[in-house]
């Protein structure tokens, strides 16, 4: 089936502008995960979504940055007034409700440089 | 969180077994051993998790040590597609944040 799918897979921006990045998790999958990426750095927690539960947003690095989710299925990171600093690959996960971390499957990620 | 540390980088022969090593002393007694890897310009991948006892599947064998505090990830017979970087991440088994160290870039030469 269909994994985890991401858009854009590139977006170059200008200082200052706002972007939206899109996650389409794999159907039925009702957890749903935000990760930066920086050149050569591992992986930074950004936020989690589980059903209908508050989300974890204690990864957020500023307030700058903002996610959403429709119920259990897409979900639009926002990051307003864009730095230089937010340049990194965004990667999305999702995992089945009740699973474990052995069972996120990620994105192909958005490629996001600020310019 | 446990902190791992693992080796930089790393070379191996293609058709050779490729052992990654991890330490995680500080790993604590109901947190699991989960080893990742992302392949360049892809998402992380799962390969495999343990507790205490070895393990293995279609991917990878785990070798978790007797104390816990360090584990070997073996890639019985590697391959070109086998280069990427590898974590190791102890996690709790319900957990859902997964904390990416650094990890391994392992390098299969042909």
């Known amino acids: 089936g269909a994994g985890v799918s991401q858009s854009p897979s590139n977006k170059v921006t200008e200082k200052g502008k706002d972007v939206e990045l899109r996650c389409d998790p794999i159907?039925?999958?009702?957890?749903l995960y935000w990760y930066r990426q920086r050149l050569g750095q591992g992986l930074e927690f950004l936020i989690y979504?589980?059903?209908?539960?508050?989300?974890?947003k204690s990864g957020l690095p500023s307030d700058r940055f903002s996610a959403e989710r429709t119920g259990e299925s897409v979900s639009t990171l926002t990051i307003q007034r864009t730095q230089q600093e937010d340049s990194a690959v965004y990667l999305c996960?999702?995992?089945?409700?009740?699973?474990?971390?052995?069972?996120?499957?990620f994105g192909p990620g958005t490629r996001l440089l600020v310019l | 969180d446990a902190k791992t540390t693992q080796p930089t980088s790393m070379d191996c022969a293609e058709g050779r077994a490729a052992n990654l090593p991890c330490n995680h002393s500080?790993?604590?007694?109901?947190?699991?051993v989960y080893w990742y890897r992302q392949i360049h310009s892809q998402g992380p991948q799962y390969i495999i998790h343990?507790?205490?006892n070895n393990e293995t599947n279609e991917m990878a064998s785990l070798i978790i040590t007797e104390d816990r505090k360090s584990s070997t990830l073996i890639l019985p017979h590697a391959t070109l597609r086998d280069t990427a970087v590898y974590y190791c991440?102890?996690?709790?088994?319900?957990?859902?944040?997964?904390?990416f160290g650094q990890g391994t870039r392992l390098t299969i030469n042909p």
């Open positions: 991440i102890p996690a709790h088994q319900g957990a859902q944040k997964l904390v």
């Open positions: 159907s039925g999958h009702t957890a």
């Open positions: 500080t790993i604590s007694g109901n947190e699991y």
């Open positions: 996960a999702s995992s089945p409700i009740g699973s474990g971390a052995e069972t996120q499957y």
């Open positions: 343990g507790l205490k």
């Open positions: 979504f589980q059903g209908n539960s508050a989300p974890d």
